[in-house]
């Protein structure tokens, strides 16, 4: 499936992991396919840095950053650059797997809302609670893909305090708690999406947002301290992500895509693992 287009990892040692991620100039997730014989991995963008590794023509490549000319990625868990003049951009049908970046890291997934509270409710009659049980199931999925340990404080269609989502934050050694919800307004045309964060959780949200920002076709409405329940009883770095407006009747279409849930569910992942990288 074209699903996740997200990096490849021959295996678990010796082999370059290289990750993704959109530089300023490139689009999202973009991949690139060296096309000389041999090309230096350096420890910087300077000639002359030092040499930790090499590729060979026709492996891949897929850049965080852009920088004058040279391209940033990631080799045996270090920050690496190579020469972009030698890459070329691939097509996006290439699928790639992020197995293992998000290993030792224990992600709170907080689906808002369930049972007797729908949270909002739709143009459409969409229920904020189940658009977002949907999108809560795909981002733990992907997560897991990345070898990350994902919890979830509702896996249905049931009820959970916000004192209890704290509290399941709590009992882990939590590195992040995402709280996933979908925005509502009186006026239909207002739209777009946002990310809240707690004191330790301002890192988190930048870089959530900027994931988000990439990949998805909303607009940017930005980062804001939040005093929601689960945002300021939480001792570890939490956000709490709207993603889109269920009131406005052609946003509310685009949530509901197949390809919309992906691209958040991707964007989560991404930016979660240029948080922890960073
Ligand atoms: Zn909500």
């Known amino acids: 499936m ?12 010796l082999i370059p992991i290289f990750l993704f991620y959109s530089a300023s100039s490139a689009h999202p997730g973009q991949t690139f396919e060296v096309n000389v014989d041999w090309l230096p991995i ?11 590794g090499n590729l060979k023509r026709g492996d891949k490549v897929t850049a965080f950053k852009e920088q004058a000319g ?8 270090r920050e690496v650059w190579v020469l972009s003049k030698h890459l070329l951009p691939m097509e ?11 290993v ?23 229920l904020e609670k189940d658009l977002i049980l949907n999108s809560s199931l795909k981002i733990a999925e992907t997560l ?32 992040a708690f995402i709280s996933i919800h979908y925005n509502a307004f009186s006026e239909s045309y207002v739209g777009g999406f946002s990310t809240f964060y707690n004191q330790s959780g301002k890192d988190l949200a930048h870089h959530i947002q900027t994931a988000l920002a990439a990949e998805i076709p909303l607009r940017n409405r930005g980062i804001s301290p939040g005093s929601f329940t689960v945002l300021h009883e939480s001792n570890f770095p939490a956000i709490l992500l709207e ?13 509901q895509t197949e390809s ?3 691209q958040v569910a991707r964007a989560i992942t991404i930016g979660l693992i240029e948080y922890f990288w960073d």
């Open 2 to 13: 074209n699903y996740i287009k997200l990096i490849f990892c021959f295996s678990a040692f």
């Open 144 to 175: 897991r893909q990345a070898g990350a340990n994902v919890i979830l404080t509702r896996e249905d269609d049931s009820f959970v305090s916000l004192k209890n989502r704290v509290l399941i934050g709590n009992k882990h050694n939590t590195s």
């Open 260 to 262: 919309y849930q992906e």
């Open 42 to 52: 350096l420890k910087s963008p300077t000639d002359s840095a030092e040499i930790v």
């Open 243 to 255: 993603l889109g407006f269920i009131t406005n009747a052609s946003e509310v279409a685009t949530l």
């Open 104 to 126: 030792g890291y224990t992600i709170i997934i907080d689906p808002g809302h369930g049972g007797k509270d729908p949270g909002a409710i739709g143009s459409n009659g969409v």
């Open 92 to 102: 996006e049908q290439e699928t790639f797997l992020i197995e293992g970046l998000l």
């Open 70 to 77: 040279w391209l940033q990625t990631y080799y045996q868990g």
